[in-house]
């Protein structure tokens, strides 16, 4: 079953025709970890997806899950899966994937920074833009609990290493951002086959992590420099 994972294609993220829904197959039940509005926590999916929303949409009285699971539930008749909610374009969805020593990593992300601040910024119901950034990780073996969220912290870190590398402003100061106000992350790897072997590390000394965080760097920093073009023009 575990040789199956990782001989497995990954099928390519699918962007609909009015662009406001972008959805990925993961070809097979995973087992999730991570916080979003719909599927958060310690879930299992197959699809994950998400939804490009305008500021209108969520005003402060809105409940954002709520108005999440309408809209899914419209397109789609249930909520099953892992949803992201976003108000940055959906069609600038940036996907890399790296392969060594029989281990795969796959990062989709949306990158808008909007909402940017600096980790310890005053929180400010003045900022509601709804630029964010979301990240789905993939990758092609079993994770034990621990590895889960040891991939997890590596996502984190590998976000907040690109921002600071691009240099994007807090939104309410004069600092460095470090991330968004509203950043998602969510880490996906196959459920355990009948023998139940996982990895059970996933650090930088290894061989995963080192996949994991050069691909989520590589994602993130190639979408920060994009939207920080889009952002300059609007000024």
């Known amino acids: 079953m575990v040789d199956e994972m990782l001989m497995m294609e990954y099928r390519s993220p699918k962007l609909s025709e009015c662009h406001r829904w972008l959805e990925v197959d993961l070809c097979v039940p995973h087992s999730t970890l991570g916080w979003t509005l719909i599927g958060g926590g310690r879930s299992r999916a197959q699809h994950v997806f998400w939804h490009q929303v305008s500021d209108t949409d969520l005003l402060p009285e809105v409940d954002a899950r709520l108005f999440f699971e309408d809209r899914r539930k419209r397109r789609k008749a249930d909520t099953t899966g892992v949803g992201f909610l976003t108000g940055c374009s959906l069609a600038e969805y940036v996907e890399r994937r790296l392969d060594r020593g029989g281990l795969s990593a796959r990062c989709v992300a949306t990158i808008g920074l909007r909402n940017a601040l600096r980790i310890g910024d005053p929180p400010s119901t003045a900022v509601h833009s709804l630029g964010t950034i979301n990240i789905l990780l993939q990758v092609s073996r079993p994770l034990s609990e621990c590895a889960s969220l040891e991939a997890l912290s590596l996502v984190a870190e590998a976000r907040t290493s690109a921002v600071l590398d691009g240099h994007v402003p807090s939104s309410i100061g004069n600092t460095v ?26 650090g930088k000394h290894t061989e995963l992590g080192h996949l994991i965080g050069s691909c989520v760097y590589d994602a993130v920093s190639h979408g920060v420099w994009r939207s920080k073009g889009f952002l300059e023009r609007e000024q």
């Open 177 to 202: 951002a470090t991330g968004t106000g509203t950043d998602c992350i969510v880490v996906a790897s196959p459920l355990p086959s009948i023998d139940g072997v996982e990895l059970d590390y996933a």
